[in-house]
């Protein structure tokens, strides 16, 4: 029995070549559109009577609604009053909420400074623009710049007013913040060096060794403050208070001011749950399980009342700030938990490395278990963030003025009174489109993420 | 795996003429691609094929199509006789008398090993329950691990849990054994206590048809070997003349790709 | 000189090995942390003693027994405008487990089908059940709530111009009227016959299961069972006379009295939380599915056992693993979410008790306290229940 299967030149000849068959193309009635119908609609009895069934179902929806928003609706009026006139129910007013818009997206902002809002959010917008900047290596710092130094600046634009000593500084330390990143960003697609490291060359420091190219370049930042702090101490805004904030650009202050506070927060609280010391392990445990365990409805109640009893007698806490306390703490305890369970699918043995290499507690935390843990819980964390802009709407409750509670004064206004479903409507759209976006970034992102465990 | 006894020789005695199995230009589409062209194979009752072939050849595909766990759109598949159609209680009677033995095992986790080896009997062929428990040992003895009876297939080694399954799908006493890659998805000491319980079986006049990689078993047990490639059957030949002299180029790759370790 | 100099390094290293053994650090942090809590609680415990004073309130738990003084729209137990303020919280609770038990029913029930819409063969059935979940995740809970009760409620004709079924069931801006059954002398009859019924359905289930043993005939004992369930109590009840009568609601003047009413607000809410909390449920039921491999219904199949078998004896048993935590959790959802119905008015307990008690009252304190140990006593049980329960069904592994 010969093993060798090798092909030899006394074989060559002697081997058949085989012919492979072309192929056909499927059966007409399997492929193609008509096929897709046939097995997905048609296949049998039941299933074309559900397809009809299906039909049915989403054309009188459709039908309703489109009639009533688009093809009934009247675009132009002066009043509810004439929208009646013209068409009566069965068709949308939408001249009300047009008219409203401003009110709808700024609350009661007074109007001539309502540009300190835009501002404020197209400065957002300017500083993680880096972000999606090719050639840009500084992406972390600035994205932890824009979480936790952005607000500074913000806080200034939004409400303006008399700053103190602190909040000068602090609001020097944004503008500082926001110049620092497109300087970065401008130096590093140009010459690839972080802002820093480029001032140190240009001061001549290039042939110096580390530490002292460092000094430079933390010199050439502080630099950069004081020309900042020149500038905010000229800068003079009009103070508008919270009182008159409202609209979705209350929601989006609470939402976003929620969501920065909730991830380190909630980092901080899951580390603490699984922490070996009996005393941290119990306090983190019981702060989650609590705020877990109640709705949203009764810590803004309880916050609401119970928050000026807690400060010192005449210590005024105004509602916004509340609601804010109320929120964070509520989205920190469940961030807690989403992140837990990242903590824990890390396989035991990148703990057991990281000690093997002698890092320290905080060093193998930092460096390797918390971004593989975030990473797995990235789609979680998101769909937390989009949980926590839908509560938002709860704020309108205890009585501010969210997009949810605009709505309705919508219909209280005379010229347009009785006016609830179209503002209503427009508002409903407004978060479905928000929460359908960000739950489709998230899909993608993670899809982006798995792509990189794919061989 | 045994070695020293003489491979099988080709002394076949067909009790009845007809085939068992018959592909009659079976041509099967994945959307718009073909990935069964015009398959014509008869195989007769007591018979071992091993059918080999590149991945992506359909061997798998192919395979699944005889019990209909795919299903084909040009061409007949005939089991005694009898063709599967449209009619789904006739296509599950026809199904009965064919057992099959998957490459991810596939057995119940939530079941006891007795458990997944008595319910086709006890809720298919209403076997009152001590009748299946001793048929289930019987078979588990003759795999040879009686004494895991009662563990939980997630507590068995690979080699275990596919011994579980091929006891499984005879326990439903099949005529036909197919067998997807029976030994893919085991670690390399495991594979040999897998094949030798094939080995038996095919000594027991089972008729067999195995998707496999493991060439040495195909000498030993097979009557045929089929290599398919892209959908086609390119050779079919008794074990001696294909691995000894393949007659198409094609055969010749292969195995030089594959027995070259 | 070289002995002092080793001397010195080696109690400073003795120090600094101290300092950095393990337990020294943690001791210390946690000596720390409890400071830093202490310190936190006296300051905010002596602010609100200060305050409650300035304020001339107090936190006993006396008020429990003064009379409330106001009425509730909607009671599920006896209550009279006067009653304790005890008595209103007991009135809060109620009405809370009673939004939640129905609204867990309806959620389950519409969640189970549209998770099996989900997984439809038919495209158009599958692609309606996707954007149903679609729309009703990405909308506030708060909003569907408000749309359900002024959109739809409000909406409903008075009561002279009711929509009504038959002349038994009315629909209109007051809420839709049913005939209440009233039991008379003799129904004690049916309702032996349906504990009968019950009990003969399980009995029957086990009898059944030793026949299929012993002989392996197959009985269905299930449709029987609950055949025999619906018909025995019927029959008894046919034969003792049907000692039922029916308070049925009749228009008097502007409105309507007797038999049962849900006013507007108590349906709009279970509405609208069963609804949305379907949306989750039917992802939770398609992903439990799914999440049992193809595989197995190919071995079964390739065993020749029928489809509805294999879901009853090989998917459903793994899907459930998979399905009722997740399941369990929404439920608390549901339960939470109730508190929602301040927004429209039904007198739940948070609305009743936390909100109308607490402004009446001023016992912020007591108030806050109860009604938060009442949510943390239904989480904390229900997760302790679930936490058992996982426990005990983990597949045995290696």
Redesign the interface.
């Known amino acids: 029995m010969s093993d060798s299967t090798l092909v030899t030149t006394d074989d060559v000849d002697k081997a058949l070549v085989f012919k492979p068959k072309d192929a056909r193309p499927a059966p007409p009635s399997t492929v193609g559109v008509i096929g897709w119908m046939r097995n997905n609609l048609f296949s049998n009895v039941s299933n074309t009577l559900l397809t009809i069934v299906g039909a049915y179902i989403v054309y009188t929806f459709f039908s309703a609604v489109l009639n009533w928003a688009v093809f009934n609706a009247v675009w132009e009026a002066e009043s509810r009053r004439e929208c009646l006139d013209l068409v009566g129910r069965s068709g949308a007013c939408w001249p009300g909420v047009a008219a409203w818009m401003e009110n709808l997206i700024y609350g009661l902002y007074p109007k001539h400074q309502v540009w300190r809002i835009n501002l404020g959010f197209l400065a957002l917008i300017a500083w993680v623009i880096p972000l999606w900047l090719p050639r840009v290596k500084s992406k972390v710092a600035i994205g932890i710049s824009a979480v936790l130094i952005y607000p500074f600046l913000a806080s200034y634009f939004f409400m303006g007013g008399n700053k103190g000593l602190v909040w000068t500084l602090l609001i020097a330390l944004g503008v500082t913040g926001f110049a620092w990143v497109w300087l970065t960003t401008l130096t590093e697609m140009r010459y690839g060096l972080p802002f820093t490291r480029f001032m140190a060359g240009m001061l001549g420091a290039s042939g110096k060794p580390q530490e002292v190219q460092v000094k430079y370049g933390r010199f050439s930042m502080l630099f950069v403050f004081v020309i900042a702090l020149v500038l905010v101490t000229q800068w003079e805004l009009q103070e508008v208070q919270t009182r008159q904030w409202g609209g979705l650009f209350l929601t989006l202050v609470i939402s976003g001011i929620g969501i920065t506070f909730s991830l380190p927060a909630g980092i901080v609280l899951a580390l603490g749950r699984r922490s070996n010391m009996p005393l941290i392990r119990i306090l983190s445990t019981t702060f989650i399980e609590l705020f877990r365990s109640v709705p949203l409805i009764t810590i803004l109640f309880m916050f609401n009342t119970m928050l000026p009893l807690f400060l010192p007698v005449g210590v005024e806490v105004n509602q916004l700030l509340r609601a804010i306390v109320a929120v964070c703490l509520f989205a920190a305890a469940y961030m807690a938990e989403v992140i837990r369970g990242g903590l824990q699918a890390i396989p035991k043995g990148q703990y057991e490395a990281a000690d093997a290499m002698g890092l320290g507690y905080w060093q193998s935390t930092t460096l390797i278990i918390m971004p593989q843990a975030l990473k797995i819980m990235i789609p979680t964390i998101v769909g937390n963030f989009i949980g926590l802009f839908k509560d938002t709407t709860l704020v309108s409750i205890i009585g501010l003025f969210d997009l949810l509670s605009m709505s309705r004064a919508v219909g209280e206004d005379s010229r347009w009174l009785g006016l609830f479903i179209e503002p209503f409507f427009f508002v409903t759209m407004i978060y479905f489109v928000f929460c359908f976006l960000m739950s489709q970034y998230s899909i993608n992102l993670e899809r982006k993420l798995a792509a990189g465990n794919q061989r | 795996m045994n070695t020293n006894v003489l491979p099988r020789e080709q002394t076949k005695s067909k009790t009845s003429s007809r085939p068992v199995i018959e592909l009659v230009g079976m041509?099967k589409?994945f959307?718009?691609?073909?990935v069964l062209?015009?398959i014509d194979l008869q195989v007769y009752e007591g018979e071992r094929i091993v059918v080999c072939g590149p991945s992506g050849s359909g061997k798998s595909t192919m395979i699944r199509c005889i019990?209909q766990?795919e299903v084909h759109?040009?061409g007949d598949v005939i089991i005694n006789g009898e063709a599967f159609g449209n009619d789904v209680a006739k296509n599950?009677h026809i199904?009965?008398e064919?057992?099959?033995v998957?490459q991810?095992f596939?057995?119940?986790?939530?079941l006891s090993v007795l458990e997944n080896l008595t319910?086709?009997p006890?809720?298919?062929?209403?076997?009152?329950?001590?009748?299946?428990e001793s048929l289930a040992m019987s078979l588990l003895e003759r795999v040879r691990i009686p004494e895991q009876a009662l563990k939980?297939p997630?507590?068995l080694s690979g080699g275990q849990q596919q011994r579980v399954?091929i006891a499984?799908?005879l326990c439903?006493n099949p005529q036909i054994m197919l067998f997807d890659e029976p030994t893919s998805a085991l670690d390399p000491e495991m594979i040999n206590e897998v094949l030798d319980v094939m080995i038996e079986l095919a000594d027991s006049g089972m008729t067999m048809i195995v998707v496999t990689h493991e060439m040495n078993f195909a000498r030993r047990v097979a009557d045929r070997v089929i290599f398919m490639?892209?959908?086609?059957i390119?050779e079919v030949a008794p074990p001696?003349p294909f691995?000894?002299n393949?007659?198409?180029?094609?055969?010749?790759?292969f195995?030089?790709q594959i027995?070259h370790h | 000189m070289a002995i002092s100099e080793s001397t010195a390094i080696r109690s400073q290293s003795r120090l600094s090995s101290f300092l950095n053994n393990e337990t020294v650090r943690s001791v210390f942090y946690q000596i720390v942390t409890l400071v830093c809590v202490v310190g936190l609680f006296w300051y905010l415990v002596t602010n609100t003693i200060e305050n409650m004073s300035v304020r001339g309130m107090s936190a006993g738990l006396d008020f429990l027994n003064v009379s409330a003084g106001f009425g509730i729209s909607f009671t599920l137990i006896p209550y009279r405008e006067g009653d304790s303020y005890f008595r209103v919280f007991q009135v809060g609770i109620a009405n809370t487990l009673l939004v939640a038990v129905i609204g867990i029913v309806f959620a389950t029930a519409i969640g189970l089908f549209m998770g099996l819409a989900r997984m439809s063969s038919n495209w158009l059935i599958r692609t309606i059940a996707r954007w149903y979940v679609e729309v009703l995740r990405n909308t506030p809970l708060l909003l569907q709530i408000i749309a359900w009760y002024f959109g739809v409620f409000t909406l409903l004709p008075r009561p002279r111009d009711s929509l009504d079924w038959g002349g038994l069931f009315f629909l209109n801006n007051r809420g839709a009227y049913f005939p209440a059954p009233v039991p008379e002398a003799g129904f004690g009859v049916t309702l032996a016959a349906l504990a009968i019924a019950i009990g003969g359905a399980i009995g029957l289930r086990y009898w059944a299961r030793k026949r299929q043993e012993a002989t392996g005939k197959h009985f269905p004992a299930i449709s029987v069972g609950l055949a025999t369930i619906v018909l025995l109590p019927l029959l008894v009840f046919m034969l003792s006379g049907r000692p039922l009568t029916w308070d049925m609601p009749g228009l008097q003047g502007f409105n309507f009295t007797g038999g049962l009413n849900v006013p507007p607000a108590l349906g709009a809410l279970v509405i609208a939380l069963s609804i949305y909390t379907s949306c989750f449920i039917a992802e939770i039921v398609r992903s439990g599915i799914q999440s049992v491999s193809g595989g197995q219904t190919e071995a079964a199949r390739a065993l020749g056992v029928k489809p509805s078998w294999t879901m009853r004896l090989i998917i459903l048993p793994q899907a459930l693993r998979v399905i009722i935590p997740p399941l369990i959790s929404q439920y608390l959802n549901l339960t939470k979410n109730s508190s929602l119905a301040i927004a429209i008015g039904f007198p739940d307990l948070v609305s009743v008790w936390m909100n109308t008690s607490l402004n009446q009252s001023g016992r912020a304190i007591p108030i806050v306290a109860m009604t938060m140990a009442f949510y943390c006593i239904v989480s904390l049980t229900v997760s302790f229940a679930m936490n058992q329960y996982n426990k005990r069904i983990l597949l045995k592994e290696r």
């Not at chain 2, 959307?31 to 073909?34: I, L, N, R």
């Not at chain 2, 490639?229 to 086609?232: K, L």
Request: glycine letters at 6%.
């Open positions: 041509s589409w959307g718009s691609f073909q062209k015009d019990n766990l759109q040009e599950d199904r009965r064919i057992g099959m998957f991810q596939n057995l119940f986790p939530h319910l086709a006890i809720w298919v062929k209403e076997m009152p329950k001590h009748e299946a939980y997630l507590q399954a499984r799908a439903m490639d892209q959908g086609e390119v001696g691995f000894d393949p007659r198409y180029d094609r055969t010749r790759l195995l030089s027995l």
